[in-house]
Each structure stands twice: as structure tokens, then as C-alpha cells.
T-cell receptor, first 112, second 114 residues
Framework: GESVGLHLPTLSVQEGDNSIINCAYS??????FIWYKQESGKGPQFIID?????DKRQGQRVTVLLNKTVKHLSLQIAATQPGDSAVYFC???????????FGKGTRLSVIA | ETGVTQTPRHLVMGMTNKKSLKCEQH?????MYWYKQSAKKPLELMFV???????ENNSVPSRFSPECPNSSHLFLHLHTLQPEDSALYLC?????????????FGQGTRLTVV
């Protein structure tokens, strides 16, 4: 399921370190954001979401930060594991408008 | 297991063939989507169905024809495709397309047009 051939930004991280994946979104009217993880041969899988009335949300080992001023979203993964190796997509949408719009993705490679 | 099942997982077809991709969701959702993921572009939205009605066609060529007989099933009928249509076709569903909720994806159908 990976975007083979598409030039994706790649982040290489040592196992056990923290990872930070960034996303610049396009529409200042977007009010809902999601991070998806896509492993090889699989469809995108939901990780965490955040609404525009928040600037931070935490899950299990993951944190999403939203900076509406500069239209920036980040995903932080604590204690990165080999199983975290995948392509990560941010997605945005506007309440009552079109479905999710996806970014190009970032490939996370975990070095054991 | 996301609750969205796509068949087949892999499909090879000639340019003159007619085939169909199937998607089924067991989540009670009312909105279903087809996305295309190719080697050259990120995830592209193709079609949106909300309560069985098509609400969006994202300038998709007519050789792709969607069908949504009920809220749980979505098909993508393919005919006279081109090699550049080779891609991973992903189906997704969500509660409906008017709310800010996540979309659940199937595993995709890897299509190769020869």
C-alpha cells in the first residue's frame, strides 16, 4: 500500500528514540485533523485525531500538536519501535464539507 | 481488521476487460468512498456516497463507474482501463460525510492493467 515511486520525505530514527513527523495543511478553514499510518500492503489505519479547538492531544505513545497560526500539524511518537515503520499521512477536513484531504505522507524508518 | 473488507486483494486485467471491485463495511456507516493511491500521486479521492447517493465525483474518467446498492456495499466497475490506471484502490467508510469523524479503510485492491 505504500506510495512506491513517489518521492516521500523520509525520517530515519533509532529504535527507542522519539520521532516527530510534521505536516503543513492547506486550508485555514479546516477544523478536524487525523493522522493515519500505512504499513506495506495495508490500507491507512487511524492513529489519532484532533479538532481545531484543541492544540494538543495525547494517545498511547503518540501526541498530536496543532498550530493553527502557521497551519502546522505534528505527530510525536515516543520510544519508537520497529513496528512503527510505515508511511504516515496527515488528513484534514472541514465540517460539513468535502471528505478528508490527505497530505503526501512521510516514510518513517526505524533503525534497530 | 478495520471492519471494511475489499475484494479481490489483487487483480490483473487487460485493457479490454471488464471487472469490478467490491467493498463491504460492517460498521453501520452511511458514507463510503473510493480512493486511488498510485506510485506517482498521494491518496486521491475518486467518489463519495452518502446514504447511497453519490455526492462527489472528483473528475474521474467514465471508464470507472461506481455503484452503491446500499449503505454497506460499494462497487467500482472497471472497463477499458489504461496501464496508468494501475494503482492501489482503497475503499473507506465513515459515519457520514457531514461530521468530523475518522474514515476507516479497507486493505485495498492492487490493480495492474496490462
Amino acid at each position: 500500500g505504500e506510495s512506491v515511486g513517489l518521492h516521500l520525505p523520509t525520517l530515519s530514527v533509532q529504535e527507542g528514540d522519539n520521532s516527530i513527523i510534521n505536516c503543513a495543511y492547506s486550508n485555514s478553514a479546516s477544523d478536524y485533523f487525523i493522522w493515519y499510518k500505512q504499513e506495506s500492503g495495508k490500507g491507512p489505519q487511524f492513529i489519532i485525531d484532533i479538532r481545531s479547538n484543541m492544540d494538543k492531544r495525547q494517545g498511547q505513545r503518540v501526541t498530536v500538536l496543532l498550530n493553527k497560526t502557521v497551519k502546522h500539524l505534528s505527530l510525536q511518537i515516543a520510544a519508537t519501535q520497529p513496528g512503527d515503520s510505515a508511511v504516515y499521512f496527515c488528513a484534514e477536513n472541514i465540517m460539513g464539507n468535502t471528505p478528508l484531504v490527505f497530505g503526501k505522507g512521510t516514510r518513517l524508518s526505524v533503525i534497530a | 481488521e478495520t471492519g471494511v473488507t475489499q475484494t479481490p486483494r489483487h487483480l490483473v486485467m487487460g485493457m479490454t476487460n471488464k471487472k469490478s471491485l467490491k467493498c463491504e463495511q460492517h460498521l453501520g456507516h452511511n458514507a463510503m468512498y473510493w480512493y486511488k493511491q498510485s506510485a506517482k500521486k498521494p491518496l486521491e479521492l475518486m467518489f463519495v456516497y452518502n446514504f447511497k447517493e453519490q455526492t462527489e465525483n472528483n473528475s474521474v474518467p467514465s471508464r470507472f463507474s461506481p455503484e452503491c446498492p446500499n449503505s454497506s456495499h460499494l462497487f467500482l466497475h472497471l472497463h477499458t482501463l489504461q496501464p496508468e490506471d494501475s494503482a492501489l484502490y482503497l475503499c473507506a467508510s465513515s459515519q457520514d460525510n457531514m461530521r468530523n469523524t475518522e474514515a476507516f479503510f479497507g486493505q485495498g485492491t492492487r490493480l495492474t492493467v496490462v
